[in-house]
């Protein structure tokens, strides 16, 4: 994960195969003998975050190296801001492609949540970047046709962009069972959002007016009550009795009496 623009996939190991005629390798991933420990593999991934501040608050994106979380690689990712409360993948591990069926890289973090979870990730999302603290996701994603049952976590940690501000988050998504048919789409159970400093306020995520939304109007105390207005003329005589001429004519001047 030096670079964005690298591959974004898991290391790989090598192993031989029992065939003793095979003088060829076969390429396998580690991953895919060892059970889903999604509390290790979040443990893991926040251990190596907090190793990169090396007494900073926020750590860089420059700094972080695949070498440094392997057994969390196939789950990592990183994410860019790019609008209030929404932010694209630069960097995604294999188990990502193979939820989604198709290479993530580009994409929106809200592709994997279903439609009716999307608005409070959202909202997480944005308090991530703007307080910046720590977001832990619950997931959940019930059994249907030819995908069974799945349920996972999904860690965000906030990274300070080349610039200096933080538009960057490392993250991870680990699910548990089998993946079935893809693309898999998730419902966000809980959520739980950390300070980076141990102790530091939490700011809740919350829905705030971006855009062309306007301001609430300020409170004013106890509107006044208005006036009843006037009854309108309800009969032909009272109707006649408001009627008014206009002139513009000059009225005629009166005559002097002759002497």
């Known amino acids: 994960m030096a670079e964005d623009d690298g591959p974004g996939g898991a290391q790989d190991t090598v192993l031989p195969t029992p065939h003793p ?10 991953a895919d003998f060892e059970p889903v420990q999604p509390g290790r593999i979040v443990a893991e991934l926040r251990a190596y975050w907090d190793g990169l501040r090396q007494g900073r ?9 695949p070498k440094g979380m392997r057994r969390a690689l196939d789950y990592a990712f990183i994410l860019e801001r790019i609008a209030p409360g929404a932010a694209r993948f630069r960097l995604a591990g294999r188990h990502l492609i193979d939820l989604m069926g198709m290479e993530v890289r580009g994409m929106p973090v ?10 409070r990730l959202s909202d997480v999302l944005e308090s991530v970047f703007r307080g910046p ?7 959940d994603s019930p059994a249907t046709y030819g995908r069974p049952a799945m349920a ?28 079935g048919q893809a693309p898999r789409r998730f419902d966000l159970v809980s959520d739980e959002v950390m300070p980076v400093i141990p102790g530091a306020k939490v700011i809740e995520p919350s829905a705030s007016a971006t855009g062309f939304a306007e301001r609430p109007a300020a409170w004013r ?28 004519t000059e009225p005629p001047r009166p005559r002097r009496p002759r002497t």
Do not use: W, Y
Not at 133 to 139: C, D, G, K, N, P
């Open 57 to 65: 608050a926020i750590p860089a994106r420059a700094d972080v190296e």
């Open 152 to 179: 996972g976590q999904m860690m965000l940690l906030p990274l300070r962009s080349d610039l200096g501000d933080i538009t960057r988050a490392l993250g991870c998504l680990v699910a548990e069972g089998q993946i």
């Open 21 to 30: 005629q095979d003088d060829g390798g076969k390429l396998l991933r580690l």
């Open 133 to 139: 603290q720590i977001a832990l996701l619950h997931l």
């Open 110 to 119: 809200c592709s994997f949540l279903n439609t009716g979870s999307r608005g």
């Open 221 to 248: 105390g106890k509107a006044e009550p208005e006036a009843p207005a006037p009854a309108s003329p309800s009969t032909p005589e009272e109707r006649r009795a408001r009627f008014r001429i206009v002139s513009t």
